[in-house]
């Protein structure tokens, strides 16, 4: 603990999250393969590919859940299997695909889940103003008093997402991130705009965000940077006109892409 | 027999201050506190230990007899009842019920470390549920044989075990199986954090910075240990595990920082008014505790089980 906190005082945190060659192999499958990539605090960072491709995958090693069979993933230049999981969960927070709740919980009472790696345990005053502005932050503030259990998929999706946010809330000892497994998944189109434009918002505001999507349209308009994964190799990373190309694209995922221009001088990607 | 409160507190007074007892003091003191002191502790272990099974199986109707404790603290009662007689005949000192309690309580940590080496061998709770369930019908099955070899007054002691009952309360007995009770009942509600996050599944737990993988051996090991002394000293009292808990959400809600001192306390109070309804409800006999709380807990059970259903169809 004191040589970690002298290490702090002496090197403030890069933030970086970094993947330096990594190597993944689950069940006798290679899924993924020498990824390195460099993630920043600030950016939104898009990781897009067929199915398969390992974006999945990739974020459970950033996130410190999967450990690689080769190479390393870093944050702050530390390998995350030196973190303390609880140091650990305060500078970065996941929101999963499948989340089973099966108990009845109060929207609140999930949300307060976030707030158990702080030395508070969700017991003080401040966790509950921090779960009530990722409530907020998340549009789930209306649904606070209703039961977990009762929800659409939908709502549901957003009180995950406040469940997150509030993980990761102050970041007090360095950058925080974000990882979104498919955060617009089972969402309407309003509400996929919504937490899209959320976590640009958070990226602006100094976190690291890290979004799987699917749909490329969304990752067009709101990415910062792309990251194209196929078949467990990283294939393009950069801004989202370089990583999207739609050559690349339609050899990927074997369907022809192309780009249609749109009226405000963007971009769209459509079959041919 | 009935003895006034204020008789009750005049034994506790000349106990605690050594004056000479009477014949009632002796009734209070030697018979009916460590009757409810044992009501109270195995109560508390039973529905503490169905919370955290609950919360672990991440399922309300989860019971602690599912990592095979139960079952196999029934078989090594059974053994000792049926077989012991054939070692004993040497070392008649083990062959009364402390024999019997005792291969009750081993019984009921070997079932469950062999239910959890079977279910390790797989990733998820999964494997740790399908291998309770089949170590308990495996060890169930060796109490089917036994009851089937055993003689007529085997028979006799053989169901009254089966029955429970908090009758064979006494200091010597409470002093034995209070150490691994209190300990459960000290540790279980430290791991609430844990099980509430552990509600949203392994890797979101893992994610909150916790460990499933040590809490799960843990857990296992203080309800192996709580459920094996209380079964081991009282019979199978069912229900106990299922109900207290259950009643606690509907009135609290699921958070375990409240459902696991608060099962303790629920399930203290719940044995205690079921064995005092059981000694005095047919007295001078008294109903078989395990009858009393299947009888009321069945029932319950049902009423959950059809409550769910409706739920269902109406959302």
Redesign the interface.
Same mark, same amino acid.
């Given at each position: 603990m004191n040589v970690a906190l002298d290490w702090r005082v002496q090197n403030q945190p890069t933030g970086l999250l970094i993947a330096d060659d990594v190597h993944l192999s689950r069940g006798g499958r290679r899924v993924l393969q020498e990824v390195s990539l460099t993630a920043r605090p600030g950016r939104l960072l898009v990781l897009v590919g067929p199915n398969g491709a390992g974006k999945s995958s990739l974020l459970g090693v950033l996130a410190g859940l999967l450990a690689p069979s080769l190479g390393r993933a870093s944050l702050d230049d530390l390998p995350l299997s030196q973190w303390s999981l609880p140091a650990l969960a305060r500078r970065r927070a996941m929101l999963s695909q499948h989340v089973q709740l099966g108990f009845a919980f109060r929207v609140d009472e999930v949300v307060m889940l976030g707030r158990s790696p702080h030395a508070t345990g969700g017991a003080s005053a401040k966790d509950g103003s921090v779960v009530d502005a990722a409530l907020r932050a998340a549009q789930a503030w209306h649904l606070r008093e209703r039961n977990y259990l009762e929800l659409s998929g939908g709502e549901r999706q957003r009180v995950q997402l406040a469940r997150v946010l509030a993980q990761v809330w102050e970041r007090s000892d360095g950058p925080a991130w974000l990882l979104l497994d498919e955060p617009e998944a089972g969402l309407d189109i309003a509400h996929q705009h919504f937490v899209l434009q959320q976590a640009r918002k958070m990226a602006q505001q100094g976190y690291g965000v890290i979004a799987v999507l699917h749909d490329l349209n969304l990752a067009a308009r709101y990415a910062d940077e792309v990251a194209l994964l196929a078949q467990g190799r990283l294939l393009r990373h950069g801004s989202p006109s370089h990583a999207l190309d739609p050559q690349v694209l339609s050899a990927v995922y074997g369907l022809p892409l192309r780009r249609v221009p749109l009226d405000d001088g963007g971009w769209m990607l459509g079959p041919v | 027999m009935n003895i006034p409160l204020s008789e009750v507190l005049g034994a506790l007074g000349r106990w605690l201050s050594g004056s000479e007892l009477s014949g009632d003091d002796h009734v209070v003191l030697m018979l009916r506190l460590p009757r409810v002191l044992l009501a109270m502790l195995v109560g508390a272990a039973l529905a503490c230990s169905g919370a955290a099974m609950q919360g672990l199986f991440?399922?309300?109707l989860a019971d602690p007899g599912l990592i095979g404790v139960s079952a196999g603290a029934a078989l090594g009662a059974v053994t000792m009842i049926v077989l012991g007689g054939a070692f004993t005949g040497v070392m008649s000192e083990l062959a009364g019920s402390f024999g019997i309690a005792g291969a009750a309580f081993a019984g009921g940590l070997a079932a469950t470390a062999l239910v959890y080496m079977l279910g390790r061998r797989r990733p998820g709770i999964g494997a740790l549920l399908l291998a309770g369930v089949a170590i308990s019908a495996i060890a169930m099955a060796g109490v089917g044989l036994l009851t089937f070899l055993a003689s007529e007054n085997q028979l006799r002691d053989l169901t009254f075990w089966s029955l429970g009952s908090l009758g064979g309360a006494s200091w010597q007995r409470l002093a034995v199986i209070s150490l691994p009770m209190l300990l459960a009942l000290l540790l279980l509600p430290r791991s609430a954090?844990a099980l509430?996050?552990l509600?949203? $599944?392994e890797?979101?737990a893992?994610?909150? $910075?916790?460990?499933p993988e040590r809490l799960k051996p843990l857990l296992v090991t203080l309800v192996a240990l709580s459920v094996s002394a209380a079964v081991a000293t009282t019979g199978v009292i069912g229900f106990v595990g299922l109900v207290v808990p259950h009643l606690l959400?509907m009135l609290w809600?699921?958070?375990h920082r409240m459902l696991l001192p608060g099962s303790i306390l629920g399930g203290a109070v719940l044995l205690t008014a079921a064995d005092t309804f059981s000694r005095t409800v047919v007295a001078p006999a008294e109903l078989p505790i395990g009858v009393l709380t299947a009888l009321l807990g069945g029932p319950f059970f049902l009423w959950l089980l059809l409550r769910a259903r409706i739920g269902e169809v109406q959302?």
């Open positions: - | 991440r399922n309300p954090a509430n996050a509600l949203l $599944g890797q979101e893992c994610l909150l $910075g916790f460990r959400r809600g699921s958070d959302s």
